[in-house]
T-cell receptor, first 115, second 112 residues
Framework: GAVVSQHPSWVICKSGTSVKIECRSLDFQATTMFWYRQFPKQSLMLMATSNEGSKATYEQGVEKDKFLINHASLTLSTLTVTSAHPEDSSFYIC???????????FGPGTRLTVL | LAKTTQPISMDSYEGQEVNITCSHNNIATNDYITWYQQFPSQGPRFIIQGYKTKVTNEVASLFIPADRKSSTLSLPRVSLSDTAVYYCLVAGGDTGGFKTIFGAGTRLFVKA
């Protein structure tokens, strides 16, 4: 199946700093990518839909100025957590839409810990 | 978007067949049903997808009745490594677009 990578796989940062997470579709082009956040023992929560060449669509309750999303190419979307705080510590997962029956391929996730 | 309802958890033993049923009463005409498996600290992994009737691949079968208001994921002869959370998702080109909303999932425990 198609492969989606994320970088970094884990990151630890100080409170107040910004962290960028990359999501890449390695062997296919994805006009649409999705960003999720998952807290321990909870389900994935959709944060935003990232469309190549246009502004991301954020879910209700997700601050667009805090979670900056850029989808500059058909194989790369980035999520920047600005001025991170300890409550932003979570597992961030991206997915890329294959364009076929809404089948999504998920990245391995990025563990963010804010001290 | 169609909401899904699954059992919170299930227990099984190695070698048994496991069936996980998902309810999606307001599924739209062009929605597809997709099941994912997730291990701790990993992204979800695609298991199987279907629209109606039965679909089978090398790891699972998916049974969808004619009214499509539910679906059942069948895992034959589970092993300890099948312990994971299983998510049923319903999405497609309906008014909600292509975004995917995850339900709570079913936590499967396989015992020796």
């Amino acid at each position: 199946g198609a492969v989606v990578s994320q970088h970094p796989s884990w990151v630890i940062c100080k409170s107040g700093t910004s962290v960028k997470i990359e999501c890449r579709s390695l062997d296919f082009q994805a006009t649409t990518m999705f960003w999720y956040r998952q807290f321990p023992k909870q389900s994935l929560m959709l944060m935003a839909t990232s469309n190549e060449g246009s502004k991301a669509t954020y879910e209700q309750g997700v601050e667009k100025d805090k979670f900056l999303i850029n989808h500059a190419s058909l194989t790369l979307s980035t999520l920047t957590v600005t001025s991170a705080h300890p409550e932003d510590s979570s597992f961030y997962i991206c997915s890329a839409d294959s364009g076929r029956n809404n089948e999504q391929f998920f990245g391995p996730g990025t563990r963010l810990t804010v001290l | 978007l169609a909401k899904t309802t699954q059992p919170i958890s299930m227990d099984s033993y190695e070698g048994q067949e496991v069936n996980i049923t998902c309810s999606h009463n307001n599924i739209a005409t062009n929605d597809y049903i997709t099941w994912y498996q997730q291990f701790p600290s990993q992204g979800p992994r695609f298991i199987i997808q279907g629209y109606k009737t039965k679909v089978t691949n090398e790891v699972a079968s998916l049974f969808i009745p004619a009214d499509r208001k539910s679906s059942t994921l069948s895992l034959p002869r589970v092993s300890l490594s099948d312990t994971a959370v299983y998510y049923c998702l319903v999405a497609g080109g309906d008014t909600g677009g292509f975004k995917t909303i995850f339900g709570a999932g079913t936590r499967l425990f396989v015992k020796a």
